[in-house]
Nanobody, 114 residues
Framework: QVQLVESGGGLVQAGGSLRLSCVAS????????IGWYRQAPGEQRELVAQIGLGGSTDYADSVKGRFTISKVRNTVYLQMNTLNPEDTATYYC??????????WGEGTLVTVSS
């Protein structure tokens, strides 16, 4: 089992920045990759950024150049710059295990005011 706890969400004005954190615990040795997803009200959950074991990264087109995903030991960060109201959503951390299991955190809310 893997447990994920997100933090760092909050209210920010358009143009501002936030850094989200996702702390993984449990059988973290089994994790292949960790991603940040977001879900706005009435919308489907979408992948924002992902980082693999070797540090390879992938981003949604809508956040390229503004968001940066990184990891230090068992914590994955999402640095979000130049935020706009369309970034308002609950952000979730997801870990993909080598055993094919997916693990999710409970999410952290990001609200960007115009």
């Amino acid at each position: 089992q893997v447990q994920l706890v997100e933090s760092g969400g909050g209210l920010v004005q358009a143009g501002g920045s936030l850094r989200l954190s996702c702390v993984a615990s449990g059988r973290i040795i089994s994790i292949n990759s960790i991603g940040w997803y977001r879900q706005a009200p009435g919308e489907q959950r979408e992948l924002v950024a992902q980082i693999g074991l070797g540090g390879s990264t992938d981003y949604a087109d809508s956040v390229k150049g503004r968001f940066t995903i990184s990891k230090v030991r068992n914590t994955v960060y999402l640095q979000m710059n130049t935020l706009n109201p369309e970034d308002t959503a609950t952000y979730y951390c997801e870990a993909r295990g080598a055993d094919g299991m997916n693990y999710w955190g409970e999410g952290t809310l990001v609200t960007v005011s115009s």
